[in-house]
């Protein structure tokens, strides 16, 4: 079946202008994680949204960052006011909360790129 | 102190030798184990779950020692295809989020 996908697959953006991004979790799965991996950095945790409530934003770096969920399925992640240091893989991730507790399913992610 | 600390590597491997290699994780309170696989540009795929006694998954095998804080992972027989960065990624929460460590990168030499 389809796996997560994440859109854009890349995205160029000048420093100062705000970008979304976009997950498109498996269908059915309630759990959705939102992570970054910068350049030579292991993955960092922002976000998790069961069904559409965020009950933990504690990764989230700065109030410049925020996401949300919609119908239990397509989350979106907002930066604004981009910042050089944003540049990232952002990673969405999907899990099956009565299937496979732990199991989480990555998107392809995007890569961010803030001139 | 990184909450899940890795070994970077490179760990260069003849095929069909035996390679392993540990990570440490500070919170003691951690609750899940995993080993995640992640290949060039590419996104983190789970590779196997690590349990206290103890789980081999083909040429796989994983350890996890609670009282020391790490777990291991190895790799037999390896295969040119086994080239990649391994994730040690633990869990700490209810809500399942998940801790990663930088990752080890395997290469895997003909």
């Known amino acids: 079946g389809a796996g997560v996908s994440q859109s854009p697959s890349n995205k160029v953006t000048e420093k100062g202008k705000d970008v979304e991004l976009r997950c498109d979790p498996i269908?059915?799965?309630?759990?959705l994680y939102w992570y970054r991996q910068s350049l030579g950095q292991g993955l960092e945790f922002l976000i998790y949204?069961?069904?559409?409530?965020?009950?933990?934003k504690s990764g989230l770096p700065s109030d410049r960052f925020s996401a949300e969920r919609t119908g239990g399925s397509v989350s979106t992640l907002t930066i604004q006011r981009t910042q050089q240091e944003d540049s990232a893989v952002y990673l969405c991730?999907?899990?099956?909360?009565?299937?496979?507790?732990?199991?989480?399913?990555f998107g392809p992610g995007t890569r961010l790129t803030v001139t | 102190r990184k909450e899940v600390e890795q070994d970077p590597g490179p760990f260069n491997v003849p095929e069909g030798a035996t390679v392993a290699f540990n990570c440490t994780y500070s919170?003691?309170?951690?609750?899940?184990f995993f080993w995640y696989r992640q290949d060039c540009r590419k996104e983190p795929k789970l590779l196997m779950s690590?349990?206290?006694s103890g789980n081999e998954d083909g040429r796989f095998t994983a350890q996890l020692n609670r009282a020391s804080q790490y777990i291991s992972l190895l790799i037999r027989d390896s295969k040119l295809s086994d080239s990649a960065t391994y994730l040690c990624?633990?869990?700490?929460?209810?809500?399942?989020?998940?801790?990663f460590g930088a990752g080890t990168q395997v290469v895997v030499t003909p």
């Open positions: 269908s059915g799965h309630t759990a």
């Open positions: 690590v349990y206290s």
């Open positions: 949204f069961q069904g559409n409530s965020a009950p933990d």
């Open positions: 919170n003691s309170a951690s609750q899940s």
């Open positions: 991730a999907s899990r099956n909360l009565v299937a496979g507790p732990y199991e989480q399913y």
């Open positions: 990624v633990v869990t700490t929460d209810s809500w399942g989020k998940l801790q």
